[in-house]
């Protein structure tokens, strides 16, 4: 019986390398032993059985059918590569002692100048659990076993093993026997060989506050990505595999809506904001009706990039208002238009009767469409005629004389007027 101690660093180090010599009957040898000078070749199998995850569940089942079914001293290889993983490699079990004679390729082609069927003595097994000769090829942590335990076999054990001199020594079942076994060994071998601990490249993510703009493996791509980023008011952030390496904020526009009189008083500002789209709008609503009159500037990050003048202060422009040489007399929420005209007929009626004074101006003021008026001056009327029938030009004269024309409280008023006649 052999008892040769053999183990692999890099898998024992990672507790994956079982010595299962002892555990099932045969496994320092039923057929006899032989020189490791011997051992020639390294065949690698695939053991045609479902993996179970389990490394002990695979070590049976083979040990079942080679033992069981077969009647065998033994398992026939001498390793096997498990389906259980342990810290990223196959844990491995070897089953059978290197220098003992086992079952597993009788070389029935007679290849290597080596007797027919008697390839049991010059070879060294090691089969892959599962079944490959369907393009199925071995796991990560099986390739990352096979090639740690090949590579101390080929590589390292020289004094040892004096015959297996390099990668080509290490074949495919079925480059000695008639059999589909272990699979396409022309991709399998290279993959095992091959195989590298080279760490993969790391990934690259690219975020704008809660959007990701980028992700992926290109450090070009990513870098570029992140210069472009440039929206005002985000952060930008460039991470590498999951660990922040810049990060950038790119200030917000400020947007304001100024204010100032026109007699030049001090300006106030009405609304600041970062979002254009708010500020465009606000600035309507503050230029629109109602507003009061004076300089509005929109400005963006303190440069004017609109700018609007209100000449008129607003009529009362609520419901039905009436008003009296110019001051508002009443206005009563809900009132219908009847109500209204009625008031307005009577306060009418009192100025007909001189009880409002010389001068006395009645007017009905709806926002939505009545507007009627009476004076007793003609004074009065042709003033509202005239600015009704020559709007715009009055709008420039003001802006050319603003206080004198604007202090003028008929005048004013007439404004008031034929602005909601044009808007009718
Ligand atoms: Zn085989």
Not at 66 to 77: A, E, N, P, T, V
């Amino acid at each position: 019986m052999s008892n040769i101690t053999f183990y692999v660093p890099e898998i024992k180090n990672a507790g994956a390398y079982v010595d299962d010599r002892g555990h099932y009957a045969g496994g320092y040898g039923w057929r006899g032993d032989r020189s490791l000078s011997n051992i020639r070749k390294i065949i690698v199998h695939h053991t045609v059985t479902n993996p179970t995850g389990n490394a002990r569940k695979d070590v049976d089942y083979v040990y079942q059918i080679h033992h069981g079914s077969r009647g065998w001293g033994g398992i026939g290889y001498h390793f096997l590569i498990t389906s259980e993983e342990k810290n990223g490699f196959a844990i491995v079990h070897e089953v059978g002692d290197i220098g003992s004679i086992r079952a597993h390729a009788i070389n029935a082609k007679g290849l290597f100048g080596l007797p027919k069927d008697a390839g049991n003595v010059y070879f060294l097994g090691i089969s892959i659990v599962g079944r490959f000769d369907q393009g199925a090829m071995p796991t990560k942590a099986q390739l990352r076993s096979l090639h740690y335990l090949i590579k101390e076999l080929v590589e390292k054990e020289d004094a040892r093993l004096p015959n297996l001199k390099s990668w080509s020594d290490v074949i495919g079942h079925k480059d000695v026997d008639y059999t589909a076994c272990p699979g396409d060994w022309t991709k399998m071998k290279p993959l095992i060989q091959n195989f590298t601990e080279k760490a993969p490249d790391p990934v690259y993510v690219i975020t704008q506050e809660s959007t990701q703009l980028y992700k992926g493996t290109d450090q070009a791509k990513a870098t570029d990505v992140y210069n472009k980023a440039t929206t005002p008011g985000t952060t930008v952030k460039m991470t590498k595999d999951g660990k922040e390496v810049k990060s950038k904020t790119i200030p917000a526009i400020k947007y304001e809506i100024r204010f100032e009189e026109h007699s030049g008083n001090t300006g106030t500002i009405l609304w600041t904001g970062t979002n254009e789209t708010n500020a465009k709008k606000t600035f309507e609503t503050a230029t629109g009706d109602g507003a009061k009159a004076g300089i509005y500037r929109l400005m963006k990050d303190d440069k004017e990039i609109d700018k609007r003048e209100v000449f008129i202060e607003p009529v009362n422009v609520v419901q039905y208002a009436v008003e009296l040489n110019g001051e508002l007399k009443s206005v009563t929420a809900g009132e219908t238009e009847e109500q209204a005209k009625t008031r307005y007929a009577n306060l009418k009626k009192d100025a007909q009767k001189g009880l409002h004074g010389e001068n006395a101006l009645v007017t009905l003021i709806s926002a939505n469409q009545t507007v009627d008026k009476y004076g007793n001056s003609k004074q009065w009327m042709d003033l509202i005629d005239y600015y009704s029938k020559s709007y715009d030009d009055t709008i420039q004269k003001i802006e050319a004389n603003y206080d004198e024309v604007m202090s003028n409280p008929l005048v004013r008023l007439a404004l008031s007027i034929s602005k909601l006649l044009k808007k009718k």
